[in-house]
């Protein structure tokens, strides 16, 4: 079983920016942020694999950057130039190498363990 405690979550206002983490009590060959508004489907932020891979939804792609520090295995998201419609809670998200690839398009269920979420909220 795999731990992932997030933190760094909080309000700020638009083009502001926040940083996010999430400590893995394992090593990951594939984290991922995902974040879900009320009533919406939880989708996919960014994706980094364990060599350092990045890939990133077009909603965000120039504003978040998607990094790892594997010696402590923790991830992080920078936000920058922050929207309101970022606002949403940010789920990390681990997966083992023995459980396929890792690369953009993989969805909610390709992720077996998950944390239990930091709130952004971002006014305008």
């Known amino acids: 079983q795999v731990q992932l405690v997030e933190s760094g979550g909080g309000s700020v206002q638009a083009g502001g920016s926040l940083r996010i983490s999430c400590a893995a009590s394992?090593?990951?060959?594939?984290m991922a942020w995902f974040r879900q508004a009320p009533g919406t489907e939880r989708e996919a932020v960014a994706i980094?694999?364990?060599?350092?891979?990045?890939s990133y939804a077009d909603s965000v792609k120039g504003r978040f950057t998607i990094s790892q520090d594997n010696a402590k295995n923790t991830l992080y998201l920078q936000m920058n130039s922050l929207k309101p419609e970022d606002t949403a809670m940010y789920y990390c998200?681990?997966?083992?190498?023995?459980?396929?690839?890792?690369?953009?398009?993989?969805?909610?269920?390709?992720?077996?363990?998950w944390g239990q979420g930091t709130q952004v909220t971002v006014s305008s």
């Open positions: 998200a681990h997966r083992f190498r023995s459980s396929g690839y890792c690369a953009w398009g993989l969805n909610r269920q390709d992720f077996p363990f």
């Open positions: 394992q090593y990951a060959y594939c």
């Open positions: 980094i694999r364990s060599d350092g891979r990045t």
